[in-house]
């Protein structure tokens, strides 16, 4: 078997095990715009949040 498939297959079942088992709801959205315009998030500069129940593969 030819490693990029067998780099494919670790990344595909890796992104499985990291997926909830839910879908996302617009209250999970709007909890994080409310942290952010909150005093609480005053120290956070130039971040990216994703909010995408670990969908996204990130090193």
């Known amino acids: 078997m030819q490693l990029s498939l067998v780099l494919v297959r670790l990344w ?3 992104t499985l095990l ?3 088992d839910r879908l996302g709801q617009s209250k ?3 909890a994080m715009v ?3 315009a909150s005093p609480l998030s ?3 500069t130039g971040t990216t ?3 995408d129940g ?3 593969p990130t090193v």
């Open 12 to 14: 595909r079942s890796a």
């Open 18 to 20: 990291r997926l909830r």
């Open 28 to 30: 999970n959205i709007a």
């Open 34 to 36: 409310c942290f952010t």
């Open 42 to 44: 005053d120290f956070m």
């Open 49 to 51: 949040i994703r909010i």
């Open 54 to 56: 670990s969908a996204t």
